[in-house]
């Protein structure tokens, strides 16, 4: 995501209300039980000096009783892209308790760096720190990314860090379900059954007029935005609270989800990706993908996270 245009979150801060679409092959996860206690939010532990430009991996540990009913393979690969000098996308993921978690910030300066470094840990360390509770996946998720969405909006409080925000699209293992949520334009693909379909809805200011029944789903493409294609309605960070899409995924053995910054999507097809992951070994799907993002300008940073679901 670039950070070029200053109006990227103007209309985020006014537009967190809640939104779920239909999506084919996906289904709104069930309504959310009311939040953990906010003790639990103030109780996360971040690693000592975590430095902005490292994602958060959590390795694999014998803390885990019993395998799931699936298990899922990760590959995942972040590039400067063609232009830009540093990177804003970040990511990060604990295979043992099965969260994974693509980000993309903007702000001046380092702030862009910084909000999605820190979200990335702090989603993956809250629904850590909340593995021995009762509560379900899809709370323990919200949790997560609404104390991400408290750092960041009150780091942004300081001057230096105006502007700061970030996307988030997060991926949680539920047994046999995956529940993702979404904030900004970061997206989700799904591709089950010989079929590729994205599962999110990005918070955009074109979406926003589809949903609005001002624009035309068949005339989107051709809708002059006049300097607002890159205005996102929701951010992490953007105001005090945030309120991400959920979605819930039906698993089963080679069912492959792709978490992916707007640095991708910008330059490839729902069609083309789903070729590349169809025609590309697991491990090279990632590169290809980004590769053929880097050939067509890689104006942004690209960060692809691939999860494929396998037999426990």
């Not at 801060?13 to 039980?33: F, N, R, T």
């Not at 953990?36 to 430095?51: A, C, I, R, V």
């Not at 490292?54 to 799931?68: K, L, Y």
């Not at 589809?210 to 005339?219: L, S, Y």
Request: hydrophobic share 40%.
């Amino acid at each position: 995501m670039t950070d070029e245009n200053p109006d990227r979150l103007s209309q985020a801060a006014a537009s967190q209300g809640p939104m779920h679409e239909a999506v084919p092959h996906a289904e709104p996860a069930e309504d959310l039980p009311p939040l953990l206690e906010e003790s639990g939010t103030q109780s996360l532990t971040e690693p000592s000096g975590f430095p902005a430009q490292i994602p958060v991996v959590i390795p694999a540990s014998s803390t885990v009783s019993g395998p799931a009913p699936v298990r899922l393979a990760v590959s995942v690969l972040s590039d400067v892209g063609c232009v830009r000098t540093n990177n804003e996308d970040a990511f990060g993921y604990d295979e043992d308790l099965g969260i994974y978690v693509v980000c993309d910030g903007m702000g001046g300066m380092a702030s862009g760096e910084i909000a999605s470094s820190r979200a990335a840990a702090i989603i993956v360390n809250s629904f850590a720190y909340s593995a021995s509770s009762p509560v379900p996946v899809s709370t323990r998720l919200l949790h997560a990314i609404n104390a991400a969405n408290t750092y960041v909006w009150e780091n942004g409080q300081i001057p230096e860090n105006e502007g700061m925000g970030t996307t988030a699209v997060a991926a949680a293992l539920d047994g046999e379900k995956l529940i993702v949520g979404n904030v900004g334009d970061s997206r989700a693909y799904v591709n089950q059954d010989d079929r590729c379909v994205q599962l999110t809805v990005d918070h955009s200011y074109l979406n926003e007029l589809i949903r609005g029944g001002d624009v035309a789903i068949e005339d989107a493409p051709n809708v002059d935005l006049q300097g607002m294609e890159s205005v996102i309605t929701r951010a992490v960070g953007a105001a005090a609270e945030v309120q991400p899409d959920f979605f819930s995924i039906d698993l089963k053995s080679g069912t492959a989800v792709l978490l992916a910054t707007d640095g991708l999507t910008r330059y490839l097809l729902q069609d083309e990706i789903a070729t590349i992951l169809r025609a590309s070994p697991f491990e090279s799907v990632c590169a290809n993908l980004i590769g053929l993002a880097k050939e067509r300008g890689g104006q942004d940073n690209i960060t692809c996270l691939l999860l494929l679901a396998l037999p426990a």
